[in-house]
């Protein structure tokens, strides 16, 4: 099954291959004919299972086949979603797969000015992606214009109604033309949920997938908290030490993935870079040798993981924190597929603690903050040698120069070797953290003191 058999539109089907998928998951081989066919449906598919192409492609074609909308650029499909960041994150899924075609698409959320939502609104658009809470302020503003929705999306039905949208979402159903088309995406089914599809959805196509992604729940999570710059070594440490043989880590950018990289292999990690700078041949090349284990760690922007598809999956890791939320629980949704254990380990510096709440409020619980194990200071792998800004370390470290290995971390007998025994606190983190040796190629460092939540 290909995305050209699911009867797209070539601009689409141009769309898609520039993201990077081959084949539709089974929520798009599913929910694409029906929507396209005019179909209401019932689709029981959490994040992860390409949900959002699987309504926002069919939905881009309908409306650019639909030339009875003359001049009014009153919105023609209308997604509602729980939160500002999936809003945002729907609509720009909407303009990546519709960059070949001529439909606008628009979002508005609460917790930001309204003005400018205000006059973005009157110049129009065809698809407007909104929580409910704003998109009925502007309503009653009489700010937009919701008659000539032609389809409605609730997104994540069940995580609206557990965030008391109910009210809401019913207001605005009631401005909406009576003739339309209706999708429903819930990742679970509740009596509630169940009850709004009654009410909502005509004869409806049932679709359930499985997880393409394992449950956030099967993930085992934890962070680490570390300096920015000593997140390297401890990486190396975390890897050697736990014997990991297929990582998947993440930065922020391009050359940020393109230095840990070289940091790695300085380390003498294998490791190759996927990002957006790379032509999709060297991806596809870096991505065939990190599935063939030929290289340890595969370092990855979000935007060039985003169509990655590597099964069971052990180990990823946040080497910095994503801005979005959402995007933590796609990162670590790619371990612990088909229900093989997975763990996402998050290396968070001090100003990334905000995200890290963020994170936690978006999963809704909280992710174990765990010792920082003592871990070694490699020289080779720092272009230029770093220095411990904490006044006790760098007191002991400074004129380390000669020498062999630092403190105990290094030493053979305090291991943590065994793949979970670095978690125990223990293991490292009731020990002093000054090393007791000088080192030549490496320094200790020990375990932060205090956690920071
Ligand atoms: P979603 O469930 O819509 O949040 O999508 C989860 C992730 O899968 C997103 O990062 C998408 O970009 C990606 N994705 C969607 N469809 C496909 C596909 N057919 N092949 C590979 N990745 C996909």
Not at 169 to 185: E, G, V
Not at 314 to 340: C, F, M, S, W
Request: aromatic letters at 4%; proline letters at 6%.
């Amino acid at each position: 099954m290909s995305f050209s058999d699911l009867g797209l539109l070539p601009e689409l089907i141009r769309a898609v291959a520039d993201k990077g998928y081959d084949t539709p998951s089974p929520i798009q081989t599913q929910a694409i004919p029906a929507v396209l066919a005019g179909r209401d449906v019932l689709a029981g598919a959490q994040t992860g299972t390409g949900k959002t192409a699987g309504f926002v492609l069919p939905i881009l074609q309908l409306l650019a086949a639909d030339q009875a909308h003359g001049s009014s650029r009153a919105p023609r499909a209308l997604v509602l979603t729980p939160t500002r960041e999936l809003a945002a994150q729907v609509a720009q899924s909407a303009r990546d797969y519709g960059k070949y075609m001529q439909l606008r698409t628009y979002q508005v959320f609460g917790g930001v000015s309204i003005n400018p939502q205000i006059s973005a609104l009157r110049s129009g658009c065809d698809i407007l992606v909104a929580t409910p809470g704003r998109l009925l302020d502007l309503a009653q503003q009489r700010c937009v214009d919701l008659s000539r929705v032609q389809v409605l999306v609730l997104d994540e039905a069940d995580r609206m109604l557990d965030m008391g949208f109910i009210n809401d979402i019913r207001k605005i159903i009631k401005l909406l033309p009576p003739k339309r088309q209706n999708l429903l995406f819930s990742a679970t089914y509740s009596d509630d949920i169940r009850g709004l599809a009654e009410r909502l959805l005509h004869n409806p196509l049932s679709v359930q997938v499985a997880p393409r992604n394992a449950p956030i729940e099967l993930v085992e999570q934890c962070a680490y908290r570390v300096q920015k710059e000593q997140k390297r070594h401890l990486l190396v440490h975390l890897i050697q030490e736990n014997q990991w043989r297929q990582v998947l880590i993440f930065t922020r950018t391009k050359h940020g993935a393109n230095r840990l990289t070289q940091q790695l292999e300085g380390a003498g990690i294998q490791a190759a870079a996927i990002h957006g700078n790379k032509s999709q041949a060297a991806r596809v090349k870096a991505l065939d040798m990190f599935k063939r284990g030929e290289v340890t760690c595969l370092v990855a922007t979000e935007v060039a993981a985003r169509g990655l598809d590597i099964k069971e999956l052990p180990q990823v890791v946040n080497y910095e924190l994503p801005n979005v939320p959402e995007d933590y629980v796609h990162r670590i949704g790619r371990t612990g597929r088909a229900g093989a254990a997975g763990e996402a380990v998050s290396l968070v510096s001090s100003d990334e603690t905000g995200l890290l709440r963020d994170i936690e409020r978006v999963l809704r619980r909280s992710i174990p903050t765990l010792p920082t194990p003592t871990f070694k200071i490699l020289e080779s792998a720092s272009p230029s040698p770093q220095r411990d800004s904490r006044p006790a370390q760098s007191g002991r470290h400074g004129g380390h120069q000669g020498g062999h290995q630092g403190g105990h971390g290094s030493q053979g007998g305090h291991g943590h070797h065994q793949r979970r025994d670095s978690r125990r606190p223990a293991a490292v983190g009731g020990r002093s953290h000054t090393g007791t040796g000088a080192g030549a190629g490496t320094r200790s460092f020990g375990p932060s003191k205090g956690r920071f939540r």
